[in-house]
């Protein structure tokens, strides 16, 4: 289980980063897309009891579509 939550936490990084990527250059749709990547990618840790606190506010798509 260790490793699939590390691996969980480094799938949401790397989402997050191109999120934030998507936003600095103004592609709108990558940026939605990668939002519905890191809300999928919640939803698992949530049903595995992983805890991703460090990540907080991210279960709502507006706070995903205006991270930066």
């Known amino acids: ?3 699939f ?3 969980l936490h480094l799938r949401l990084h790397d989402s997050l980063t ?3 990527r ?3 250059v103004g592609d709108d749709d990558l940026a939605t897309a990668q ?11 949530a049903r595995h009891g992983i805890d991703i ?3 907080a506010g ?3 798509h507006r706070a995903l579509t205006t991270a930066s």
């Open 53 to 55: 606190a460090g990540y």
């Open 35 to 45: 939002a519905g990547e890191v809300e999928d990618l919640v939803e698992i840790a």
């Open 5 to 7: 939550a590390l691996t």
């Open 22 to 24: 998507a936003h600095a």
């Open 1 to 3: 289980m260790r490793e």
């Open 18 to 20: 191109a999120l934030r």
């Open 58 to 60: 991210l279960t709502s």
